[in-house]
Structures are given as structure tokens and as C-alpha cells.
């Protein structure tokens, strides 16, 4: 029965008509893949989690559960299902998990999936959750020809006509085809949509009108997260050269994880840096003092401080 209401072909017809479309995505997921690939592995790893959080949060956003995400990095969202949402969107985004394996994607157990929350319930379990993949599979199978980019907004369709999550639950098939849409990426684990996601994760129409909107998500999203990641190398290089008389990599690794992190505190920087704490919070000080960091909480305990300028 999916199977019929799945077209194929329509998909396939959509992407021959939006050639240039799919070039000028292709090209602007080109530029962000070669920036990040230029990135020494611990930079692009910080690249790749900063992009990750930004997807996170409009996911969680467009799912009706917002969260900022430096209440995700923080892990101090008071939305618990939204936090545990964030954290498996997170580690998915980042690289975890395989996208052939759907159980294994969605962390689900074959035995059951007691304990999640009400919308992952409703998803099928046992056998019937191993048929409904099976089916999903045959779908996406069904596009040969359709590229990773182009073919997202068609898996999010069979997604939904196979059930593999419920209906409110897109983050979910959201992050499968992020990361799918980076098959063939050097360096990029997804391809984020961020902001520009939410018209697209769920929508309706014709293919065609689906894959324009879609390949235009994917042109702004990652043209911004480009963007990004050049801000905040420009950051880097300024905090960098103000803290050169400095003696010691102490000032380049605190300004690494601050760079990396939309949210730390001096606890977080001591572990993550290899520093002591008195020379992290003495050296998020003089950063302050120079106007490229800023302690958001205001107070004089359990202080976060994220990069500024």
C-alpha cells in the first residue's frame, strides 16, 4: 500500500527540472564541506558541534518543544523530553549511530521501547517496527538516480507513509536525512538546514514544489552555516592575536572551547582544556576585559561564559 502512494518517478521527474537548482546546492554544500575539511580535526569537531546545536535547536523549535541551544549545551533546559530529544539529535548529527541500521539510529531495542516519552510510543514495535523499516528501505530504494540532497524531502515522505516515528516526532527523520544528505561529504557528518529547516521538515505538495523549497533550504542553510563558521574564526584569529603576549598554549586552548562551545563554564574549560580552574577563570577574566567573552548569567556562582565580540 505505500508503495502506491509513493511516486518515484515524480521525484526523479523534479530533479531533471531543477538541474540549476540542484547545481547551485550542490556548489553551496560544496564551499561548507572544503571550509570544515581545511579545519585540524579538534577545530572541525568544534565546527561540526556548533552547526549541530544550531540544527538542534530549529528542530526542536519547528517540533513545538523549543529550546535555546545554550540551554542544550548547557543541559539546563527544564523541558525533559525536549533535553533528551536534543541529546540524541546531537549525538546523531555529530556522527553516531548508522542510518542503514534504523533500530540502531533510533536507539530502540529490539525487545521494546519501554520508558520514551509519549510521542516515540507511538511508533511501531517488534515486528511491525522491523516490517515499517523493511518497507522504508524498499522506498528509498525505489529512488535510484535521485542524489543525497535531492532525495531528502522524498525519504521524509516515505518516512511518514511507513510510520516509522509519529507524526509529531520530526526531529527524528529530520536527522536521518541530514545525515544521509552528507553521503559523499569529505568532511561534513549532516548538512544543515538550520533556521530554513522548518519549512521543509514537514510539508506537502507535489515533488516538485517540495524539492524547490527544499534545495533552497539547503542553499540558505548551508550558506548561513558558512557564515557561521567564518564569524567565528574571525573571533578566533582577533582573540587569538590580543592574547599573543600571553606566555604558554593556555589562551589558545581556552579560546579552542570557547570557540567551539556557544556556553561554558570554568569547570567545563578545566576538563575540556587540560588547564587548572584558576587559570581558566583568570583567563576568561582577561578576555572579558578585552571584550571577547561575556559571562551571560550574572551572577557569582554556576557562571557560563560564551565567546563576544
Not at 547545481?23 to 558541534?49: F, K, N, T, Y
Not at 557528518?189 to 539547503?218: C, E, K, N, Q, T
Request: net charge positive; with cysteine.
Amino acid at each position: 500500500m505505500t508503495g502506491m502512494l509513493f511516486d518515484a518517478d515524480g521525484w526523479r521527474a523534479a530533479q531533471a527540472a531543477l538541474a540549476v537548482d540542484l547545481a547551485a546546492a550542490a556548489q553551496a554544500l560544496g564551499r561548507l564541506d572544503q571550509v570544515v575539511a581545511e579545519m585540524v580535526p579538534a577545530d572541525r569537531a568544534g565546527a561540526i558541534l556548533r552547526l549541530a546545536l544550531i540544527e538542534t535547536e530549529a528542530m526542536l523549535w519547528a517540533q513545538g518543544r523549543p529550546l535555546r541551544r545554550e540551554e542544550i549545551e548547557a543541559r539546563a533546559g527544564a523541558d525533559l523530553e525536549a533535553m533528551r530529544i536534543a541529546r540524541w539529535g546531537l549525538r546523531r548529527l555529530e556522527g553516531q549511530g548508522d542510518p542503514a541500521d534504523l533500530r540502531g539510529f533510533l536507539a530502540l531495542y529490539r525487545t521494546g521501547i519501554g520508558g520514551l516519552g509519549e510521542p516515540l510510543a507511538a511508533r511501531p514495535t517488534g515486528d511491525d517496527f522491523d516490517a515499517a523499516s523493511g518497507d522504508f528501505r524498499v522506498l528509498i530504494a525505489r529512488l535510484e538516480g535521485v542524489i543525497p540532497i535531492a532525495r531528502a524531502p522524498a525519504a521524509r515522505s516515505a518516512w511518514r507513509l511507513c510510520g516509522i516515528s509519529a507524526p509529531e516526532a520530526l526531529s527524528e527523520s529530520a536527522c536521518w536525512t541530514a545525515r544521509d544528505m552528507a553521503t559523499g561529504c569529505e568532511a561534513l557528518s549532516f548538512v544543515p538546514l538550520g533556521r530554513h529547516g522548518r519549512g521543509v521538515w514537514i510539508d506537502g505538495g507535489p515533488p516538485g514544489d517540495r524539492l524547490r523549497r527544499h534545495l533552497s533550504a539547503v542553499i540558505h542553510g548551508t550558506t548561513e552555516a558558512r557564515q557561521e563558521l567564518a564569524r567565528l574564526a574571525d573571533w578566533r584569529a582577533r582573540a587569538m592575536l590580543a592574547t599573543a603576549r600571553i606566555k604558554g598554549d593556555n589562551p589558545a586552548r581556552v579560546i579552542a572551547e570557547l570557540a567551539a562551545h556557544p556556553l561554558l563554564s570554568a569547570a567545563m574549560i578545566e576538563a575540556r582544556a587540560g588547564i587548572s580552574r584558576d587559570t581558566a577563570e583568570r583567563l576568561l577574566a582577561r578576555l572579558r576585559d578585552l571584550g571577547l567573552a561575556r559571562e551571560v548569567t550574572g551572577g557569582r556562582r554556576f557562571r557560563l561564559w560564551a565567546a563576544a565580540g
